[in-house]
């Protein structure tokens, strides 16, 4: 008896630890496979995860950059989906891939999107252009997931970016300009086809006048969803005004929300309370859903 509790207790153990043991990683996609473009980031000190004191997992030392795919079920052999990459901020040092990544994905998944979390190359603040490397990342993201788009039963014209703080800026450079790594195929465009900025990281430009000299706005610009707080000190209000203005005047479609209080870096924390901390999902989904997403 007791030997035939032994077994019934372990086949127990095992029909209880089998989902979890067998539950799918997310797949991952490498965006350089033949190789990482320059300023590559040393591959030691090794890529890490950490959770600090607030409890939030943060990534180091990401040398190789590459996609992490969250997926939804499908729902026809015949209906196309919409996509959206989203990339993590940390000031070109780390990413915040909890709260502004991984978080934010299944967010949108539960809103019937498919969602690409990007993993670009960090640290690249000390780098002449912190932004070089992020950026090549992100239009590598776009160009990978469109010519991608009949695997993942995606609609190549419904393939849009979100960036959150520096992640943002980095966003808002690669949408604007041609490719900026070698070897693009020019059959496969790496622009997105529609943008969302939250908090945006510096984007303003000289004496507060204008935006970075480093975006083009132009008609090939794709439309803009913006949102920041006012009381934000990382990335000033003007920025997000400045750029709205010179979307409006190149005629590109755009909306923008500048909240009263909220501050910088919530992403999609816990215990996010005003506001401008939480109202932006709703707005952001909203314009989506108005774009055909």
Known sequence: MNRLLLVIAVCLTVAYQSPAANAAEPQEIVLWPEGVPEPRVPAEPAETVEKKADGIARRSNVSNPRLVVYDIPRTGPAK???????????????????????????????????????LHRVPTGKLPVPNAAPVQDIQKAVQEVRRRAAEFQLDPAKIAVLGFSAGGQATLVAATNPPRFPAADPAVSARPDA???????????????????????????????????????????????????????????AEIHIYEKGGHGYGLKAGNTLPGQHDWKARAIDWLRSRGW
Request: charged share 15%; with cysteine.
């Open 80 to 118: 196309l989906r919409s996509a959206v990459l989203v990339v993590p901020g940390g000031g070109f040092g780390i990413l915040a891939d909890e709260h502004e990544g991984s978080d934010v994905c299944r967010f949108l998944n539960g809103q019937g999107i498919v969602a690409f979390l990007v």
């Open 195 to 253: 943008v969302l900025l939250l908090y945006a990281w510096k984007i303003v430009g000289e004496g507060n006048q204008g935006v970075r000299s480093d975006v083009t706005i132009d008609g090939t610009t794709p439309p803009m969803f913006i949102a920041q707080c006012g009381d934000d000190p990382g990335s000033v209000p003007q920025g997000s005004a400045n750029l709205y203005l010179e979307l409006a005047k190149a005629k590109v479609p």
